[in-house]
């Protein structure tokens, strides 16, 4: 008697708790074959890669800056260009290296290399993408000067099999799906527990839960405790005196 702070214990309890969550709620989806595939033609768009072009340019520079006498001189001198290239267009890459004021590709037979969607001004990168491969553009003007373009090779878009994103769709589709279930089914397992508190079985049957239990369970979370039992709200709901005196 005169040491029993001594000799006290932690309060501690066991007891069985369920757990609704996202995952949950995924695991008891069933998505239909039908949905898969409509959801991959419906958004195949995003699955696509870039086609890309390898684009060959003679550039007659007139900046934006340059007077209108001089951009003038430019055009005329890029169709002088263009009627030649269209003469003879296997002389593309020479006309190229003779005439392109362009001094990054110009050594290169005007080769810009590979470009996707984007890559260039809007005018150039139109022009480019609207050409088969092996024609010959129109003079295009940017704020650079005169273009000719040649399309010298076209690397088609790759567009991924509906087996290859099978597993990403039903992984996409399963999270929005569980998304829009979810307070559904959480209202009905808040209405199942509350009206049926005497027992979990009750919940458990209803929405297909794992049962779980734990002993030893305190006041205070300890290191070891499951992520869930560490809640200091299901730790204040669990000692609280409906739960202590009614083991609800």
Do not use: C, W
């Amino acid at each position: 008697q005169q040491h029993v702070d001594r000799f006290k214990q932690a309060e501690q309890a066991d007891i069985q708790y369920v757990v609704l969550n996202l995952d949950v709620v995924r695991a008891g989806l069933a998505l239909s074959e039908a949905d898969v595939k409509t959801y991959y033609q419906e958004n195949i768009a995003q699955y696509t890669g870039n086609e890309q072009r390898r684009v060959g340019h003679i550039l007659i520079a007139a900046g934006k800056d340059a007077s209108a006498e001089d951009r003038a001189s430019a055009r005329e001198k890029a169709r002088a260009l263009l009627e030649k290239v269209r003469m003879a267009p296997q002389s593309f890459a020479e006309l190229a290296k003779a005439n392109s004021q362009d001094p990054g590709s110009a050594a290169e037979g005007g080769d810009l290399g590979f470009i996707v969607p984007g890559t260039m001004v809007k005018t150039f990168d139109d022009a480019a993408f609207a050409l088969e491969a092996g024609a010959i553009s129109d003079v295009i003007e940017t704020d650079f000067g005169f273009h000719i373009l040649k399309v010298l090779a076209v690397k088609k878009a790759d567009v991924p099999t509906f087996e290859d994103k099978r597993a990403d769709i039903e992984a996409q589709l399963s999270e929005q799906l569980a998304q829009r279930k979810f307070a559904e089914v959480a209202e009905s397992f808040t209405n199942t527990v509350y009206e049926q508190s005497d027992s979990l079985d009750p919940v458990v049957k209803k929405l297909k839960l794992t049962l779980h239990t734990a002993s030893g369970i305190r006041r205070d979370a300890l290191p070891n405790d499951a992520v869930v039992l560490a809640s200091p709200k299901l730790r204040a709901a669990l000692f609280s005196s409906d739960s202590l005196e009614q083991k609800r």
